[in-house]
């Protein structure tokens, strides 16, 4: 929870789930309602780009591959880091330390900003494994039918089915993520479904937040 200028609380609400799961498309129908949303993904990519020390210490450990026209290159890392745990460990501890700093910056913003919103939202795949989780006011998981998942990110992204299943044995279970979880929402069914999702926790936070005040 964070206190803006009029000693408003303003409650933070992580939302995850696994790799195309649904959680960008989740908090894109929030953002379209006014509520501010972190992409943690988005995020840690655009300061990899721009943080000297961050690249500076990418080179240093992973070579100069890792960028390529002075941009992180995604594929190169990627084959690195999903396949070997521990160099995936050491990528998140030179990143992670920014991205939390850089969402401190952007709080601060909305708060001096935006007046009257009840909540803001951070979206991270990881948000369990980097311990964000600790700091929301309610937690939301985006689950999905694993066949989904794999369908709809070979269709967004340019990675085959061995590389997505790297990438989900670096992400926990669904089944501690729901435990810690406030809400879960099943998106096995069509992206018109998800919206009434994201309308029905809407409604549903807002209730919660005005009545705990
Ligand atoms: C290796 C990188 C460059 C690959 O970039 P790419 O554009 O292919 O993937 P992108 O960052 O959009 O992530 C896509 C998905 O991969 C999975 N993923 C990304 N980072 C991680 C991670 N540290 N652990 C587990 N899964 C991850 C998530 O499901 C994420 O939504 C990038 O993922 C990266 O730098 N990751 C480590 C830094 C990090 O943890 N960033 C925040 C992720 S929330
Ligand atoms: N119910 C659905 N029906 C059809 N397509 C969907 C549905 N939900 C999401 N998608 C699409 O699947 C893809 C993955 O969704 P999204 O990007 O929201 O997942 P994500 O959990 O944020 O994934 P990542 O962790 O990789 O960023 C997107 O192209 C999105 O538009």
Redesign the pocket.
Known sequence: MIENTKNQKIKLIGITG???SGKSLFSLFLKKKGIPVYS???R??IL?NQVKIIKQNVIKYFGKDSYRKDK?N??Y??EI??KNPIA?KL??TI??PW?LLDFKQWMSSIIRIQKKILYVIKE???LF??KSYKECDFIITITSPKKNMIERIIKR?N?NEHQIID?FK??ISNKKREKESNFVIENYLSTYHLQKEADRIHKLLEKFITQKK
């Open positions: 696994k790799m195309g943690s993904d988005q840690g990519k990899m992180i995604r594929t890392l990627s880091v999903f995936l990528l998140c990143v992670h991205i991270s795949a990881i494994e980097s992204d990675l990438r670096n992400q």
